[in-house]
T-cell receptor, first 110, second 116 residues
Framework: QQQVKQSPQSLIVQKGGIPIINCAYE??????FPWYQQFPGKGPALLIA?????SEKKEGRFTISFNKSAKQFSLHIMDSQPGDSATYFC?????????FGQGTELSVKP | DAGVIQSPRHEVTEMGQEVTLRCKPI?????LFWYRQTMMRGLELLIY????????DSGMPEDRFSAKMPNASFSTLKIQPSEPRDSAVYFC??????????????FGDGTRLSIL
């Protein structure tokens, strides 16, 4: 059972573009929604996170938009750079457990 | 400060052999997590510990898998006997407090396991 659905599976943008990655969830008990970034051969690393009582959070070029009523949240990367090319995972936390989306492989072309 | 340390980084072994993966969490962290990553199933939580005690092992695929945390600075994940379908990247993560959003999980760089 996939509790967090992520799309698209892959994404290609030009440098300076704004890739958007979307996630949806069903379980209203989730109380924290982080995004992780993973480079090849490395473990996932926390990028940015949001609580469900906040509609938007910005950290540098990364923004999370959160729609509690629709049970959806998304990651926007402003002024994307080739160094942002990685796999991005959304996740949802309930108690001690993180449930991850399937991941989005982002490629930013120079 | 050192991050989560996993060993070995790569393991190739034949079906039926015992495999032991090791993890050293970040010093002072009270919670430790084992994940498995595959193309088909993504990142799955296998088991997690709080203060060295297993809390939830519902993600452990079957009895061939076992995990221990004998002290606050070391954990193992063991597969016996191993099967080709166990081939995956296994990650260990630690956090200061389980379930507290203020204390995120920090991941190691994983062990890439191949069972022939």
């Amino acid at each position: 059972q996939q509790q967090v659905k992520q799309s698209p599976q892959s994404l290609i943008v030009q440098k300076g573009g704004i890739p958007i990655i979307n996630c949806a969830y069903e379980n209203t008990a989730f109380d924290y929604f982080p995004w992780y970034q993973q480079f090849p051969g490395k473990g996932p690393a926390l990028l940015i996170a949001i609580r469900p009582d906040v509609s938007e959070k910005k950290e540098g070029r990364f923004t999370i938009s959160f729609n509690k009523s629709a049970k959806q949240f998304s990651l926007h990367i402003m002024d994307s750079q080739p160094g942002d090319s990685a796999t991005y995972f959304c996740a949802a936390l309930q108690g001690g457990k993180l449930i991850f989306g399937q991941g989005t492989e982002l490629s930013v072309k120079p | 400060d050192a991050g989560v340390i996993q060993s070995p980084r790569h393991e190739v072994t034949e079906m039926g052999q015992e495999v032991t993966l090791r993890c050293k969490p970040i010093s002072g962290h009270n919670s430790l997590f084992w994940y498995r990553q595959t193309m088909m199933r993504g990142l799955e939580l296998l088991i997690y510990f709080n203060n060295n005690v297993p809390i939830d092992d519902s993600g452990m695929p079957e009895d061939r898998f076992s995990a221990k945390m004998p002290n606050a600075s070391f954990s193992t994940l063991k597969i016996q006997p191993s099967e080709p379908r166990d081939s995956a990247v296994y990650f260990c993560a630690s956090s200061l407090k389980t379930g507290d959003p203020g204390w995120p999980q920090h991941f190691g760089d994983g062990t890439r396991l191949s069972i022939l």
